[in-house]
């Protein structure tokens, strides 16, 4: 079986590694399974620049080489083409494999290229924003290529339910946990707790509005949270870009917050992994929309950290039922439980930690997740 698959790894070559690994679950985890894959992504040449954010030639970008990188590291030679302006020198083979691909997947929709096409490919859109996606096109008019695919997945774990707050534009959306492939994320448990952490965008993009209600990101969340370290008895950091918010986060210092820059971390693959695996359990806020949205969003950054045997502290999205709650997974909607579920991680964790990498090999191993996808497809 043969799939192409479309990703966003190019476009970010500075603090790009989560996004790098969200393109790279899906690749991997579907080469795990015994699929033939080519990985693609089409980029703008205006795009392209160089480390300090100048403009350069393609072969002399921080985009081409972040691409390359990725490329040698998982060993996808002949299997992975990044298409500047919709050209590439092995383009005819490329042509040729997506001529006979049984699958396109399309991670967040981005790529278009009238270069290569999928005459008999199941296309699929891959939805990474249930609700802002959905807004974006009902009230925005944002054409987010939903008309060039035949199947729509999404991170909406619950955006098939009809208590979700928000529209569908006619399209039927297929849930799905993300894939973590857990031979990239071995299991590190800690002796001792340490410190909750998390990485985040403090700005994201901009808030949107449907039925009179605003879905907001992340920032309008922390709002809530700005004492909240103070009444919990391990400390909480966050991996985000400090040097451009100094300011705004003198009262989270005050209220007991720790912050590490974020580029650093995020800078390779490895560092990335490595932030995470030094952390003791995941504490993080959802974006305003996914909250409001009851869609059941689920982050792709989660499974990794539950892979590596981190209890996920996450504010609740509506997920519900679908994860058993309270080992490893601790849903919340108020600072009260929020704080009652990081102390019974602090507590109880060894056990907490076992139940984390548990919670990863039956609902997010890369096997499991895409097998289950496939057979709703």
């Known amino acids: 079986m043969k799939i192409v698959i479309a990703g966003g790894i190019a476009a970010q070559p500075f603090a790009g590694a989560g996004n790098a690994w969200n393109t790279l679950n899906w690749v991997l985890g579907f080469r795990e399974l015994g699929w033939d894959v080519w990985m693609i992504e089409n980029l703008p040449s205006e795009h392209c620049v160089d480390l300090e954010w100048r403009k350069r030639p393609p072969a002399e970008s921080a985009n081409v080489a972040w691409w390359n990188d990725m490329v040698r590291t998982f060993e996808l030679e002949g299997r992975a083409t990044l298409l500047i302006d919709d050209t590439a020198p092995e383009i005819d083979i490329l042509r040729d494999f997506a001529a006979e691909a049984d699958i396109f997947l399309n991670l967040s929709g981005h790529f278009r290229s009238p270069g290569v096409q999928f005459p008999t490919a199941l296309k699929v859109y891959q939805d990474g924003d249930p609700a802002f996606t959905q807004i974006w096109s009902e009230c925005y008019a944002c054409d987010m290529n939903f008309a060039a695919h035949d199947r729509f997945i999404t991170a909406g774990t619950r955006f098939d339910s009809p208590q979700r707050f928000a529209p569908d534009c006619g399209i039927e959306w297929i849930p799905t946990f993300p894939p973590v492939v857990l031979k990239y994320w071995p299991y590190r448990p800690q002796e001792r707790f340490d410190r909750f952490t998390s990485i985040a965008n403090w700005e994201g993009y901009k808030n949107v509005e449907w039925h009179s209600q605003w879905f907001t990101g992340k920032r309008e969340e922390y709002e809530k ?117 990081c102390e019974r991680v602090i507590e109880d964790f060894p056990n907490q930690q076992k139940a984390a990498r548990r919670l990863a090999e039956e609902y997010f191993d890369s096997n499991k997740v895409l097998s289950r996808l496939l057979d709703r497809l």
């Open 225 to 341: 949270l700005v004492d909240f370290p103070k009444t919990v008895s391990a400390p909480i950091e966050l991996a985000m870009h400090v040097h451009y918010h100094e300011e705004e986060l003198i009262p989270y210092r005050a209220g007991g917050w720790t912050f590490t820059e974020a580029r650093p971390v995020c800078a390779t693959l490895e560092s990335y992994a490595n932030y995470i695996g030094g952390s003791s359990a995941e504490f993080s806020v959802a974006k305003g929309g996914y909250v409001l949205s009851r869609g059941g969003w689920f982050s792709d950054r989660g499974v990794c950290y539950a892979a590596m045997g981190k209890p996920l502290v996450v504010q609740d999205t509506g997920v519900g039922d679908l994860l058993p709650q309270g080992e490893g997974y601790h849903p919340w909607s108020t600072p009260e439980e929020a704080r009652a579920a």
